[in-house]
C-alpha cells in the first residue's frame, strides 16, 4: 500500500511539473490562447493581445435577460477579468452618428459585464467599439455589424 501511495504521488508530482513547464514554455513563446466559451457569439482577441471579448446577443447560449447583452473578457492568461473598466460605442458606419440612447454596463462577476441599451440587430452597417481598461492595462476591439453576426467563430481556444 505505501508503495502504491508513494508510486501515485510521484506520478501526481511528474504531471504538475510537465503541465507547468508545457504552460510556460506556450506563454513564453507567445502562444497566448484565448477561450471562446459559446457558439453564436461575437469574439475577437484585443489589438496587443491584452484581453478577449466574447459578446452574448441574445439568449440562445446563456440565459442573461431580455433586451441585454453580455460580455466576457479575459486576461492573456486566459482569465476572468474582475473590475475593469468597459467602454462601449456603437456608431454608425454610412453616418457616423453614435446609436440613440444611453449603453449601460453592469459587472457581473467572473469576467461577466451585463450591457443594457446596446441593439446588436439595427438596420444599416454598425462598429461596435468595445475598450476595457485593467489597472494600467488598456485595448480595444471592433466588430462590424451584421458582417460579424453571420461569422461566428465556434467555441474552442484561438491565440492571435
Known amino acids: 500500500m505505501k508503495t502504491l501511495l508513494s508510486g501515485l504521488t ?11 513547464a508545457s504552460a ?3 506563454h513564453s513563446e507567445g502562444k497566448k490562447l484565448f477561450t471562446k466559451h459559446f457558439h453564436e457569439t461575437l469574439f475577437e482577441i484585443t ?6 471579448i466574447e459578446v452574448l446577443p441574445d439568449e440562445k447560449e446563456y440565459k442573461i ?8 473578457v479575459h486576461d492573456d492568461n486566459d482569465a476572468d477579468v474582475e473590475g475593469a473598466k468597459l467602454i462601449i460605442t456603437h456608431k454608425n458606419l ?15 462577476g467572473e469576467g ?5 441599451g446596446l441593439d446588436l440587430k439595427r438596420e444599416g452597417r454598425w462598429e461596435l467599439a468595445i475598450a476595457v481598461k485593467k489597472n494600467k492595462i488598456e485595448d480595444r476591439v471592433k466588430f462590424i455589424l ?6 461566428p467563430h465556434p467555441k474552442g481556444k484561438y491565440s492571435p
Open 47 to 52: 489589438g496587443t493581445a491584452a484581453f478577449s
Open 146 to 151: 451584421p458582417d460579424a453576426l453571420k461569422k
Open 65 to 72: 435577460g431580455e433586451n441585454v447583452a453580455g460580455i466576457v
Open 24 to 26: 510556460h514554455e506556450n
Open 112 to 116: 461577466l459585464y451585463i450591457v443594457s
Open 10 to 20: 510521484g506520478l501526481a508530482l511528474f504531471f504538475c511539473i510537465f503541465l507547468q
Open 94 to 108: 454610412e453616418t457616423g452618428e453614435t446609436a440613440p440612447g444611453a449603453i449601460s454596463v453592469k459587472e457581473r
